[in-house]
């Protein structure tokens, strides 16, 4: 499980009560229920009213994932690639039914077993370019939903401290309120670009990057599909796909190789 996103919204929410301690203040004094229920209700209300019902269906998913999901090493699945080009070397490509059953990577499995099937090449291409577009869009719409509230976000703040302000001018023969009133009333604001900035946002920064991700380890696995089904040297299919990775993990992925031919 990589925890980047936890470590970092748990981290931003404790900074920002630490320095209301530091300050003098009390977490409590901004913990308001009336605020925080117009910025975060009104929020996902906003932001479903410009979206669609089916946009909303895996929100929760969509949630766990941006939390929880782990980003395997890529160098991992170049390892995983060149194995099964070894054996399809060695043994034919047909012999890589047995092997798809362990292949835990679903986009891989699925398209080994499309070129086992005897696929034809540009048409296997095309198709698995094709999932891979698809997953692009649907990958996009979920994090917009988050980027939206976001946007939302600090306006209905804003709204929530224009309507206490008005409270407080209804009340202006209390003095004794006024300053707990004015208080709550910029609580709203405080909520509205505190969850836009330190959670919405980078929920829909951390699912846009997974599915760059995501689309990488793919466009990867396409060239090492395509290069399994032509029976290429493993060798090439090893060099071809490490070109894929970035430098740094490139550089590991030739290290490795380098030490399992020495031992």
Known sequence: MDISTIVGVVAGLVIVFTVQILE???PASILLIP???????????AAMA?????DWTGVGGQLNRAFTQKVTPPTELVDEVV????RARREGLLALEDAVKTVEHPFLKRGLQLAIDGTDPDELHDILHAEIAAKKKSDKASGKLFENMGGY???IGIVGTVMGLVHVLENLDKPDTLGHSIAAAFCATLWG???ANLIWLPIASRLARLSAV????M???????LAIQAGSNPRLVAQKLRSLLPPEEAKKAEAAANTKKAA
Request: proline fraction near 2%; aromatic fraction near 4%.
């Open 214 to 217: 995501e689309a990488e380890e």
């Open 193 to 195: 670009v505190l969850s």
């Open 153 to 155: 976000a600090p306006t």
């Open 219 to 225: 466009e990867l696995v396409v060239d090492g599909v």
């Open 35 to 45: 605020s925080m229920l117009l910025v975060f209700g009104g929020g996902f209300a």
């Open 50 to 54: 410009g979206g669609v019902m089916k």
């Open 24 to 26: 003098g203040g009390s």
């Open 83 to 86: 194995k099964l080009a070894e």
